[in-house]
């Protein structure tokens, strides 16, 4: 492990440590391979619903360098120590595989896919952190070259974007490609939904719609976009900040249909949630629940405000809401 590429990932280097290390990764393969593998180990331990980051990460490391070991289950389970390490180290190595599977199939990108019920942060070459939602797919290089930053974006994400006035940053998403310099956005876009919706919390962000053929909108701090197939854009003030507490494993909804949360639902904890009578879709919820708080107890404090009954069907995954 390069002791200045793991230092970057810790936030130890000064500003012009960093220049001159990301200018030495821009001109060497060998770095950027490891870049790249780093950045997938910094993703994959931010999974949520595992042990402590730190701890894993030591023992993560220490498994990849044992890795080419005959004796590697053996390897595991003496440096795991407890259950929950185990899985964890499992766990990872199996997405470590399957992430690069998808990275080497790519060509010059590579591409990381969350799986539900999850969510993930990562950091970019460019020092661009990105929370990347449930269901969500992002395609990235592994370091940016050239006149841009240029990333895609399939779902939901929240960027916090490194300024640099030389090289914007682009993300594409379908029809609609946003650019920044510097600044903090949301993006959603999942393709089950007839809409993209972007939401700018700070900065400047200019959106543009290339199917709708309109000119690109800037949109201010607070604002936000919602593009449909055939309607004209729509720019509004964002209703409710703490939506984007996702982030945190932390679902808020204010004066929400029952219908949208039973959608959000079902992508968060990958279950089919289903509503027996249409009166109860348009019933309002407003609510903050934690990732971890399970799909059994947020549906039970739901109940409080509207009462609904709950018919389980584990055989099908699907849970059925009826008055």
Same mark, same amino acid.
């Given at each position: 492990m390069n002791n200045e590429i793991d230092k970057y990932f810790r936030r130890e280097l000064t500003?012009?440590?960093?220049?001159?290390?990301?200018?030495?990764?821009?001109?060497?393969?060998? =770095?950027?391979?490891?870049?790249?593998?780093?950045?997938?180990?910094?993703?994959?331990?931010?999974?949520?619903?595992?042990?402590?980051?730190?701890? @894993? %990460?030591? %023992?993560? $490391?220490?498994?990849?360098?044992?890795?080419?070991?005959?004796?590697?289950?053996?390897?595991?389970?003496?440096?795991?120590?407890?259950?929950?390490?185990?899985?964890?180290?499992?766990?990872?190595?199996?997405?470590?595989?399957?992430?690069?599977?998808?990275? *080497?199939?790519?060509?010059?990108?590579?591409?990381?896919?969350? !799986?539900?019920?999850?969510?993930?942060? =990562?950091?970019? $070459?460019?020092?661009?952190?990105?929370?990347?939602?449930?269901?969500?797919?992002?395609?990235? !290089? !592994?370091?940016?070259?050239? %006149?841009?930053?240029r990333v895609e974006v399939e779902g939901e994400a929240y960027f916090e974007v490194a300024p640099d006035r030389h090289k914007p940053f682009i993300v594409s998403s379908g029809d609609v490609e946003m650019k920044v310099l510097g600044t903090t956005f949301n993006v959603y876009n999942y393709p089950w939904d007839d809409f993209v919706k972007v939401s700018l919390l700070e900065g400047s962000l200019q959106v543009t719609a290339t199917h709708t053929g309109h000119a690109g909108i800037i949109l201010k701090p607070n604002e936000e976009i919602s593009i449909y197939e055939k309607d004209k854009p729509e720019v509004t003030a964002i209703p409710y900040a703490?939506?984007?507490?996702?982030?945190?494993?932390?679902?808020?909804?204010?004066?929400?249909?029952?219908? *949208?949360?039973?959608? %959000?639902? @079902? =992508?968060?904890?990958?279950?089919?949630?289903?509503?027996?009578?249409?009166?109860m879709l348009e019933w309002e919820y407003t609510g903050k629940f934690r990732q971890t708080d399970g799909i059994d107890e947020i549906l039970r404090l739901m109940q409080r405000i509207y009462y609904f009954g709950i018919t389980k069907e584990k055989e099908e995954n699907r849970i059925l809401l009826s008055k």
């Open positions: 500003p012009v440590e960093e220049t001159e290390l990301l200018s030495k990764i821009t001109s060497d393969e060998e =770095m950027q391979d490891e870049f790249a593998e780093q950045q997938r180990m910094e993703a994959l331990l931010s999974f949520s619903g595992f042990v402590a980051k730190e701890d @894993s %990460k030591q %023992k993560y $490391q220490s498994f990849r360098q044992n890795a080419g070991k005959k004796k590697t289950q053996h390897f595991i389970l003496r440096i795991a120590g407890y259950a929950a390490a185990v899985a964890f180290i499992i766990i990872s190595v199996h997405l470590y595989h399957v992430y690069n599977y998808q990275a *080497n199939t790519s060509g010059d990108t590579l591409s990381f896919h969350v !799986p539900a019920g999850q969510r993930i942060n =990562m950091t970019l $070459q460019d020092g661009t952190v990105v929370y990347l939602n449930a269901h969500t797919r992002l395609t990235y !290089p !592994p370091v940016f070259t050239g %006149k841009e930053r703490d939506y984007f507490l996702w982030k945190d494993g932390v679902y808020s909804f204010h004066n929400e249909p029952l219908g *949208n949360i039973a959608n %959000k639902l @079902s =992508m968060y904890y990958d279950v089919r949630i289903e509503v027996e009578d249409d009166s």
